[in-house]
């Protein structure tokens, strides 16, 4: 039987297991959650009580069908699941998975990634310290954990996730102090007519979610600082649409403008990076299906960030790609890419309401930290792209901006920002910072045991 | 941080830092530390504190130690009875 592995267990991840099993493969799943369900679909630890109803509010169907197909396909034997599985490494059809600090290495003949997103970070002034999350980071925290980052709570940034999970705070009793959009009003109107055509529902509880919100509510702001004591964050410094300076007193903040596809494991297996203009990011250059390459597939918001509904079709398809590319009868695609191709006009209006960058390059302060691993600041990068004349991944090298931990996830594409600003070029044409393994950080000792595993019984 | 329900769990008790704190099954080390105080660690790249940034494993800013020098990532690692947790690398453990 051919050994298809699927990194990532969300709902591209689901529908794409689903697929092979229905094709009477019985594929991989690596996923790094205790649980499958993704970010999106998040499940809390055993032991907690809550609905489902509360816990995704309207799209509580949609997480109890994916939640209960896929415990189904385990309960079944039908999928090899590995969960609290990291993939930190590709090489010749083989995966380096980390879990409980080991390597093993899994075989596989056709891979299928579906890694999701993370939030898109543009660096502010104190934001790299104690009491600031991301907004994905305070979601979590309300479904996964039942707690709130603090007792007044900024959020500020711009896309869809800040009005909702605003709306999650508020209606979980959490006190939200402010809501900062850096979009202005007249984008998010400008791109009304084209969400509502292609999302009216999902178009109309938006606005249902960002009228609940009231005067907490501010569009077309510019975030400016985040004023810290001792104990963490004490207020939020920003200007107003009018451009008057304000304040907003708070004790922990959420920062997050929309989302960047994670994409460092596609662009080890071999997929193409490709500068985005609309979705303002690098991302895999794949097919209509999702081929990235020769038995390599790439679906859901690693791909192409466009959503929960839009991986979930996209899973669906890589998988039916795969199955015809091993020559299998595979389903009839059309009713999938007619929909898929509505959704990611949706997503396109919505990169349109919320624009990226919310200022640019030269406008960042120099001493902000861009690199929050490394403790970088815009000036350090700017002084090294001048160097490196406005090569990105040398001016990398030479200030370690992207070099930390987290291996630039949180910076690259500030750090693009700056650069090209520095350079006069676009950020698409300062190059990519590429993709390193292991993609997460690994122990040594889990690669020692790796080796001896290899090894032949005798 | 501050809890907005979900509190009828068991209770597990584990040492941090050489004190002993309490939390609920079923909350992530980094939940667990921060209901006690508000940051994991002292920033390693300038001044300040950490108190973890994505909760979801790309970040890396919540690492920190488990009483063997072994690395735990906070907002990954469900609490356990008895754990014992240090926020800064141990003297006594060479590098």
Known sequence: ?????????????????????????????????????????RRPPDGFARTQETLYGSQAGKARVLHELFDGLVAAGRIDYRPRTS??????????????GR???????????????????????????????????????LKAQAVAPGRRIVLAGTGPLLSLVADQLRRAGAGLAAVLDTAPLTAQIGALPAMLASRPGTTLRGLRIRAALGRLYHPGVRVDEIVHEVAGPVAVRWRD????????????????????????????????????????????????MGRAGAGLYVAGDCAHIAGADAAEIGGRLAASACLADLGFKAADPRADLSRLAWLRRFAAAMAQAFPWPPIEGGEIAGDTVLCRCEGVTAAQLRDAADVATGDFNRAKSLSRLGMGRCQGRYCSLAGALVVAARAGQKPGDVGHLRAQPPVRPVPAAAWLGAGEEDRPDS | MVRLGECSRRRVRLMLDGEEIEALEGDTVLTAVLLTRPYLRPSDAGEGHRAGFCLMGACQDCRIWCASGEGVQACRTLVQEGMVLLTEWPADISR
């Open chain 1, 1 to 41: 039987m051919t050994r298809v592995l699927i990194v990532g267990a969300g709902p591209a991840g689901i529908r794409a297991a689903e697929t092979m099993v229905e094709a009477g493969l019985r594929p991989i799943v690596v996923d790094e959650g205790h649980r499958a369900g993704g970010q999106i679909y």
């Open chain 1, 103 to 141: 390597i093993r290495r899994i075989g596989y003949e056709r891979l299928i990634i579906a890694t999701g997103a993370m939030d898109r970070i543009m660096p502010v002034s104190g934001g790299e310290r104690a009491g600031v999350f991301t907004i994905g980071a305070v979601q979590i925290m």
């Open chain 1, 241 to 288: 649409a009018r451009d008057r300076s304000r304040t907003s007193p708070c004790d922990a903040v959420g920062i997050g403008w929309h989302l960047m596809a994670e994409t460092r494991l596609a662009e080890l297996a071999g997929a193409r990076m490709a500068w985005s203009d609309p979705q303002g990011q690098w991302l895999p250059v794949i097919d209509a």
């Open chain 1, 87 to 100: 993939v930190v490494a590709l090489s010749e059809e083989a995966a380096d998975c980390l879990c409980d």
